[in-house]
């Protein structure tokens, strides 16, 4: 009987026990919490270990759009101050561009100073600050100085990594006007790797003795393609081409046979379509895109393609024969600009 009595007792004491730890778990909001702390922190590792992200995949895939696909343009300090900037009619031009405004939602501004990136925020764009450890990319950088030609370089490092994240992109400097989408020009044939804008075009879309320009591209991301800008990079330290552009290094790769090489298909764009001051298209028609190539400074770019977008919006005000009579203004500052 006793040992009956002692039995139940026990089981009693057990019993409230456990009452009381089911009431302080369960119950008082503020005392529950730390007995499902340990198992939630161990739940965030998991999906920390699962699905590692960093800040430029963050940014990337903001940015994308179908099949991971974005447009890339990178400024510093020098395009983003003074009364009317680079920036600011490069975005100018999306706003009065045929079919254009959406693309905005898929820019990835890349900044390689703190200004730069404050800017790019104050606009409310995808923004990515890219770091490098040691080097000014603030100020303006002279076409073929030194500090350019690290700029280029770096960018080129930079490129490939996104490359490599599986992402495709049109590459764009921003001294590139977007008048119509480009999407539409360009080839949509997967086995088509890299289509790169020209200085001149020679009229075969396959010459590789087209003068390429690296300021306007569309790569995707593939095998050949990582590669070719893992090799394109790794030339930076090649003593043949010390002192020489990034731009520059790639067409001398081209003429040896790199594209071949790695089984690349590689299309030159046409300047009826993708034009510049280079070899201007003076069809209003046709054009898709306007860069201020051959221009050595920004204030000469400012100023050339600020009349190129006053241009473009006397064209879209006049109907009938008077559009007809609206030309392109010439492009002086930039002519001044290499005296």
């Known amino acids: ?6 039995r139940v007792g026990k089981l009693a004491i057990v019993s409230l026990l456990l ?32 699905n590692p992200r960093d800040e430029l995949e963050t940014a990337l895939d903001r940015a994308s759009m179908a099949k991971k696909t974005l447009i890339i343009a990178m ?4 395009y983003v101050e ?3 900037t680079m920036l600011d009619l490069f975005l100018d031009s999306f706003w009065l561009g045929e079919d254009t405004r959406s693309l905005v939602n898929h820019l990835l501004l890349v900044t390689v100073d703190q200004t730069a990136f404050d800017r790019c925020n104050f606009l409310r764009l995808h923004c990515y600050r890219l770091v490098t450890e040691g080097v000014d990319f603030g100020g303006e950088k002279l076409y073929l100085s030194e500090e350019f030609i690290k700029m280029m370089w770096r960018r080129t490092l930079f490129l490939g990594d996104v490359l490599r994240r599986g992402y495709s992109f049109i590459f764009t400097d921003t001294d590139i006007m977007w008048l119509r989408n480009p999407f539409a020009r360009l080839s949509r044939e997967e086995s088509e790797d890299l289509q790169v ?6 009229g075969d879309p396959w010459s590789e003795k087209n003068p390429m320009n690296t300021g306007f591209y569309f790569v995707r991301s593939n095998n050949k393609t990582i590669a070719l800008f893992d090799a394109w990079y790794t030339m930076k330290d090649n003593y043949t081409y010390t002192g020489m552009k990034e731009q520059d ?5 081209m003429g040896n046979g790199v594209f071949r090489e790695l089984g690349m298909r590689v299309r030159f764009l046409d300047t009826l379509y993708f034009s510049g001051f280079c070899q201007n298209n003076r069809n209003f028609i046709t054009v898709t ?15 050339d393609l600020g009349a190129v977008l006053r241009d473009w919006k006397r064209f879209k005000g006049s109907t009938g024969n008077d559009r007809l009579t609206v030309r392109w203004s010439v492009q002086i500052a930039c002519y001044h600009s290499w005296r």
Request: glycine letters at 4%; proline letters at 4%; charged letters at 15%.
């Open 75 to 78: 400024v510093n300090k020098a």
């Open 289 to 303: 895109t306007v860069h201020a190539n051959c221009c050595r400074t920004i204030r000469a770019k400012v100023a």
């Open 19 to 50: 009452a009381g730890v089911l009431y302080f778990c369960i119950w008082p909001p503020v005392i529950s919490q730390p007995c499902f702390t340990l198992q939630t922190s161990f739940n965030k590792a998991i999906i920390s270990i699962g």
């Open 1 to 6: 009987m006793d040992y009956a009595k002692n």
């Open 82 to 84: 003074g009364n009317k």
């Open 249 to 253: 290094v790639l067409t001398n790769m």
């Open 197 to 202: 804008s020209t200085d001149e075009f020679n």
